[in-house]
């Protein structure tokens, strides 16, 4: 049901480039117990997170029943991570403020199931693992194996058809590792089960098949798949969605959980919000009132704009000009042009406006 060829993919730190994976090409069969072993560094998460899609590979083909993820849109991959992947992580990555039940139910929210659906898949799951009597309490009231045992819950709980885990006992003793591990193994009747470990011990003893990885490459498989992939048709009508209910109830639930916090965060934003306000009422009130003395005090000093002006002055100037006698040396007829230029002097002090420009 799944395959890779070639897979590489490669991680740039500065003027540096790691490879994670280098080539890698293996087949998995839909029913096996797999063990990834290898040292630290090479490449066993990633290649957990390429077959998860939570990482995007740098070349190669992922083939998940023969169709090959590059053909996927964003809404397929979404569809993809939500339904046919469940992730056990080292870390447990469950919310402290949420209950047991809650926490589960967390991964049948973007499914769009109805809360009372969502109630009774999530106790069926926990009742699997063991956790049953265990629904109302926190996370940080449980041990590591029963936190775990919620993250497989979580993990199981939308039934998918690919588990993987991610050092699933790492941080558990010997007893509740065995326990842990006879759980994934029960797991892997009836889907594919894949586990990063560094323990070797555990993985001869439960998987029934063990890889092996060095510097990004497999070095050895002790039971590789020989069966052929048949491309199935998409499934339609999966799809990843939250109701608008839903969502609103998971946001109070955040904020009441940090109380103070949100308290404070609120009253620094009022802070804000009122202080810029106060500035712009304060910046309109002002420019209000200059506005309203510009207008008393232009009203007490009426401008008219006419669309022609006379320059009294010059022509003041002609008409003195004009007044003083003329004396001539000899006797003769003389052509009196004041009045010609009077009048060249009236017309040369008329100034149109432009008042279309104004």
């Known amino acids: 049901m799944l395959q890779l060829k070639d897979i590489t993919k490669e991680y740039v730190t500065g003027s540096r480039k790691v490879s994670a994976l280098d080539g890698i090409s293996i087949s998995f069969d839909s029913a096996e117990f797999v ?11 990633t290649l957990l997170n390429v077959i998860g899609g939570l990482d995007r590979y740098d070349s190669g083909e992922l083939l998940i029943s023969g169709r090959s993820t590059r053909e996927y849109s964003d809404s397929e991959m979404d569809a993809y991570r939500n339904h046919s992947i ?25 499914s769009g199931v109805s809360a009372a659906e969502r109630r009774q898949r999530a106790t069926a799951a926990l009742e699997s693992v063991g956790l049953k009597d265990q629904l109302a309490k926190r996370p940080n009231q449980l041990s590591g194996g029963q936190m775990q045992r919620v ?11 690919i588990l993987l885990a991610d050092e699933p006992t790492g941080a558990l003793d010997s007893h509740t590792s065995m326990q ?3 759980s994934l193994k029960a797991l ?4 594919l089960v894949i586990m990063v470990t560094h323990n070797r ?4 003893k439960y998987a029934t098949r063990i890889v092996e990885l060095s510097d990004g490459k497999i070095i050895s498989d002790s039971a590789p798949s020989h069966q052929e992939l048949v491309e199935k048709p998409a499934q339609r009508g999966l799809k990843t969605s939250m109701g608008f209910k839903t969502a609103l109830r998971l946001s109070l639930s955040n904020l009441m959980t940090k ?5 404070i965060t609120a009253f620094a934003g009022s802070i804000g919000i009122i202080g810029i306000a106060l500035i712009l009422s304060m910046s309109n009130g002002v420019n209000t009132y200059i506005g309203s003395i510009q207008k008393e005090t232009m009203s007490s ?3 008219v704009i006419q669309e022609e002006a006379v320059e009294i002055g010059g022509v003041m100037d002609t008409m003195r000009a004009s007044r003083k006698q003329q004396e001539h040396d000899l006797d003769a007829v003389y052509a009196d042009d004041r009045a010609t230029r009077r009048l060249s002097s009236f017309q040369s002090a008329l100034r149109r406006n432009n008042l279309q420009a104004f």
């Open 259 to 263: 109380r103070g916090r949100t308290l």
């Open 180 to 182: 842990l591990m006879d």
């Open 151 to 161: 993250a497989i819950a979580r993990a199981l709980v939308n039934d998918p058809d």
């Open 35 to 45: 063990a990834v072993l290898g040292p630290s560094g090479c490449g066993k998460t």
């Open 86 to 110: 469940g992730f056990v992580f080292q870390s447990y990555n469950l919310i402290p403020h949420q209950s047991v039940l809650a926490n589960v139910e967390l991964a049948l929210t973007l």
């Open 301 to 303: 000093y009426p401008i």
């Open 188 to 191: 892997a009747r009836d889907r």
């Open 201 to 204: 011990e555990l993985a001869r």
